[in-house]
């Protein structure tokens, strides 16, 4: 099942992104998001991110760094689909102490680089190269993406 990122349940990083119906596009290091799923219990064990990556030129591929429930944070170089999985060894997310015993799990989401060597935004008649649109999260169709509290405080450095 695919979720679009204006599900209400999908938190992105204030300030960062640009969401409408069907996608959310940013344009900057730092852009994030976030969310709480049962899919890791349910179905294949894995979530697809699938992103669009216009423009984007070969040698500055931004990348991307997410983790499952504050653990140890994973990187890769970004790529159309980019496939979160549980921990190597993990089975069972329900019983596994490493994801702490628990069915539900939170998602953080990062992107780490877009390349400063490259224009961010149209200049003189140019595309800009590093558009990053995340399109939707493939999630098994028995799963779902649930509420997530968000902390009341936030904090952009401009």
Known sequence: MNI???NQNIYFSKGTWEIDDFRATCYNSGANFNFTTDAFK???KSIILNFEMPNVVEGYTPILAWRINGLIWEYAHMSEQMT???PQGVNDATEDPVMNG???HYIEVWVR???INKPRWSWNG???NNVIILKSITID???SILE???PETTMLCI
Request: aromatic letters at 0%; proline letters at 4%; charged letters at 10%.
């Open 4 to 6: 679009s990122p204006n």
């Open 42 to 44: 349910k179905g294949n």
């Open 113 to 115: 680089t877009i390349s």
């Open 141 to 143: 169709d028995s799963a």
């Open 126 to 128: 140019n595309i800009n």
């Open 102 to 104: 628990i069915a539900n």
């Open 84 to 86: 979160i999985t549980l």
């Open 148 to 150: 997530t509290i968000q």
